[in-house]
């Protein structure tokens, strides 16, 4: 007689058992920290500018006046140094060591974001054989670097 209990009996054992596992789950696995909240990706903030673009124009051109080539060279941007094929530092010494002077007789920001500038400047080259030459519509375009430099990406006349 006892065998026709048994089934029922086994069955509300693991009945009972499974409702306690089932109990027990969220309190077993639930995480000790906190849920992580959904981060938001943006875009990095660009540094500040340590001056202004028309003044980085002004400065390039004083080091070369005062022919400091290789801090000149460090203002303007690596696709800017190799804008043309013939574009090296070797070049680049020989070109200015032509040069007697140059003077900015005028210049203004024509545009200006968070990263980019374009500055219109007169300039006045005075060659070293005596030969002046005024670029009356030197276009510069600026980027500003990491470290919140502009440096010369491109000139036009």
Same mark, same amino acid.
């Given at each position: 007689?006892?065998?026709?209990?048994?089934?029922?009996?086994?069955?509300?054992? !693991?009945?009972?058992?499974?409702?306690?596992?089932?109990? +027990? !789950?969220?309190? !077993?696995?639930?995480?000790?920290?906190?849920?992580?909240?959904?981060?938001?990706?943006?875009?990095?903030?660009?540094?500040?500018?340590?001056?202004?673009?028309?003044?980085?124009?002004?400065?390039? $051109?004083? +080091?070369?006046?005062?022919?400091? $080539?290789?801090?000149?060279?460090?203002?303007?941007?690596?696709?800017?140094?190799?804008?043309?094929?013939?574009?090296? $530092?070797?070049?680049? !010494?020989?070109?200015?060591?032509?040069?007697?002077?140059?003077?900015?007789?005028?210049?203004?920001?024509?545009?200006?974001?968070?990263?980019?500038?374009?500055?219109?400047?007169?300039?006045? $080259?005075?060659?070293?054989?005596?030969?002046?030459?005024?670029?009356?519509?030197?276009?510069?375009? +600026?980027?500003?670097?990491?470290?919140?430099?502009? +440096?010369?990406?491109?000139?036009?006349?």
């Amino acid at each position: 007689m006892i065998k026709g209990y048994v089934i029922p009996i086994v069955v509300a054992i !693991i009945g009972a058992f499974g409702a306690i596992v089932a109990a +027990l !789950i969220p309190v !077993i696995f639930q995480p000790n920290e906190p849920t992580p909240r959904p981060i938001s990706i943006s875009e990095p903030k660009p540094p500040t500018p340590k001056t202004t673009p028309d003044k980085a124009v002004r400065e390039y $051109y004083e +080091l070369i006046n005062q022919r400091q $080539y290789e801090k000149a060279w460090n203002i303007l941007t690596p696709t800017f140094q190799r804008i043309k094929p013939d574009n090296n $530092y070797t070049n680049y !010494i020989k070109w200015w060591n032509s040069v007697d002077s140059v003077a900015i007789t005028s210049i203004r920001i024509i545009e200006q974001t968070e990263n980019k500038a374009i500055v219109d400047a007169n300039i006045i $080259y005075t060659m070293k054989n005596g030969r002046i030459w005024t670029d009356t519509s030197g276009v510069f375009t +600026l980027i500003l670097d990491a470290n919140g430099k502009w +440096l010369i990406n491109d000139k036009t006349k």
